[in-house]
C-alpha cells in the first residue's frame, strides 16, 4: 500500500538525514583538519605545552606531581598562568595513553 504523502514523507526524512549527516561529516572534517595544524612532533597537548615552559616552570610543575598535587589543582594552576589545558589530558599523559611516542 503505497500512499503518495508517505512517500513525500520519506523523501523529507531522507533529505534532512543526508543533509544532516554532511554538516555532521563538514563539522569532523573541519575539526581534523584543526588538529593535523595543532601537531608538533607528534606530542600531544599537555607535552606540547609542558615543552614550552620555562625552565623554572618546569621544575615547579615537576616538584607538584612529586609532592601528589591532585590534577584539579594543578590544571587550575596551569590555567590561571595562561596555559590551556584539561585534567583529561593530563590524565592521559600522565597514564601513557596520549598520541605521544611511547619508547
Known sequence: MNCPANAGLFTLRYALFKEANM???NAF???LSKRSIRRVGGVCTYQEMYDNLTASDKKTLDEAWEK????SLIVQALRSDGHKCSADTIRLHR????RCPKE
Not at 601528589?68 to 590534577?71: E, I, M, Q, R, S
Open 29 to 31: 572534517g573541519e575539526i
Open 23 to 25: 554538516a555532521l561529516e
Open 95 to 98: 597514564s601513557g595513553t596520549c
Open 68 to 71: 601528589g598535587y591532585p590534577v
